[in-house]
């Protein structure tokens, strides 16, 4: 039987040379990822915020696009009060003066036709009766051609006035 005694101090050596390259290895590897982890979420980061930037940019635009919508809108409703007021205006007056120009005018005609119409059948024979119509037949045509004219005018006095809206309801 024979043995065999070797100093451990190489043996040691190279086990200690093992754990510090494992160690280093480990370490080298850890703070590899560790950097590459920090670059991934600086990246990410500086990504969120460029994109945070544009929303709060993007919302402050549209603020102002909604401002502006707001102050346009109501420059449309005055604008279309104003309008309706003046059409009513406008429509009120030609009613007005139409029933108060033709519309008398074509009364107070009447009213002469009728005298005329008197006159005649009280003097007898007009000239009308001496070409084979009776002067009642002329005044009978202007009457009904003036009773058809103050008919239509007050028709159209009657079309333009404005609508009435106290009697609607608001839907």
Same mark, same amino acid.
């Given at each position: 039987v024979s043995e065999f005694y070797q100093l451990p101090d190489a043996l040691d &050596?190279?086990? *200690?040379? /093992?754990?510090?390259?494992?160690?280093?290895?480990?370490?080298?590897? +850890?703070?590899? @990822?560790?950097? !590459?982890?920090?670059? @991934?979420?600086?990246? /990410?980061?500086? +990504?969120?915020?460029r994109q945070q930037a544009d929303l709060v940019r993007r919302v402050e635009d549209l603020r102002h696009s909604l401002d502006e919508n707001r102050v346009l809108q109501a420059r449309v409703s005055k604008a279309a009060a104003r309008t309706t007021t003046l059409n009513e205006q406008f429509l009120r007056r030609i009613s007005t003066d139409l029933h108060d120009g033709p519309a008398q005018d =074509?009364? $107070?005609? !009447? !009213?002469?036709?009728?005298?005329?119409?008197? @006159?005649?059948?009280?003097?007898?024979?007009?000239?009308?009766? *001496?070409?084979?119509?009776g002067s009642s037949h002329h =005044? %009978? *045509? $202007? *009457?009904?051609?003036?009773?058809?004219? $103050? &008919? %239509?005018?007050?028709?159209? +006095?009657?079309?333009?006035?404005?609508?009435?809206?106290?009697?609607?309801?608001?839907?």
């Open positions: &050596a190279e086990v *200690r040379s /093992a754990q510090i390259r494992g160690w280093v290895i480990v370490g080298a590897s +850890t703070i590899g @990822m560790y950097i !590459l982890l920090v670059g @991934m979420v600086r990246r /990410a980061s500086n +990504t969120i915020r =074509v009364a $107070l005609a !009447l !009213l002469r036709i009728e005298e005329i119409a008197e @006159m005649v059948d009280g003097n007898g024979q007009r000239q009308g009766q *001496r070409q084979g119509q =005044v %009978d *045509r $202007l *009457r009904s051609a003036l009773d058809s004219a $103050l &008919a %239509d005018i007050r028709a159209i +006095t009657q079309g333009l006035r404005a609508p009435s809206v106290e009697n609607l309801s608001p839907c």
